[in-house]
C-alpha cells in the first residue's frame, strides 16, 4: 500500500511542481520537505560537533548540503547558511553549489545568494598570482554582485554596489594599493557610457544598475 501511494504521490508532484527535475529521486512519498527539515536539523547538530570545517571533513559537509539541495531546492537557509560553512575550507565547491541556487527560478527574489558567491570569489579564493586568473574571478564576482543589485529592488545596499564597482575594477587587472584609482575609473566609465546613450527625459541612471551614478563620480 505504502509502495502505491509513493507511486501515485510522485506523478502527481511531477504535475504540481515546477522543480520537480531538481528534486532526490528518493522513495519518500513525495515528502521531500519534511525530510529536508529533518536533515536540516541533522546537518545543524554536525556542525556543531566539529571544531571547524577543514580539508578533513569538507566533502561531508558538501555532501550532506547536495543532499539537502535535492530534498529541497527551494530552501534559502540552505544557501545562506549552510553554504557560507564551507566557503573557507572549499570556496570554490561553495560558489558552485550558490550557482546552482541562482540559477533557481523559484529563488529568484532572493539577493543574498548571489551577493554570497561573489563575496566568497573576491574574499575567499586564494590569489595564486595569475592576473588572467585573478580577472576572470573578480569579473565572476562582478556578474554574481550585479545579480544581486537587480534582484535587490529600488533601494539596494551601499556595500552590494561598492562590492561590483571594485569587482569590476580588479577586472581590469588593478590590484588592491591602486584599488580608490580603478573605482574612479569604472565610475567614470560607466557614467560616460550611460550619458552616450542617454535620450532626452532619461536620466543616466536609467542606463546603469548603479544608483546615484553622478554622486558617486563626483564622490570618487
Known sequence: VGAMLAAHLNQTQKKRSTDKELLSGAPIGGMHKFASDVDWMLFINYLGSLQSVN??????????????????PNFDKVYQDGVLSLSVADPDKAVELLQKACDNPQLQSNWKIPFYAGFILTHHVKDDGNLANYKERAKRAADFFEMAI?????????????????????????KEDNLKFGVLEVLYEEWDRSKNRRKDGAGMEDYSVIPNLTERLVKA
Open 55 to 72: 580539508e578533513n571533513n569538507r566533502k561531508e559537509v558538501a555532501d550532506r548540503l547536495e543532499r539537502l539541495m535535492k530534498l529541497d
Open 150 to 174: 537587480k534582484r535587490s529592488g529600488q533601494t539596494p545596499e551601499a556595500y552590494i554596489i561598492n562590492s561590483y564597482v571594485r569587482a569590476l575594477a580588479r577586472a581590469k587587472g588593478i
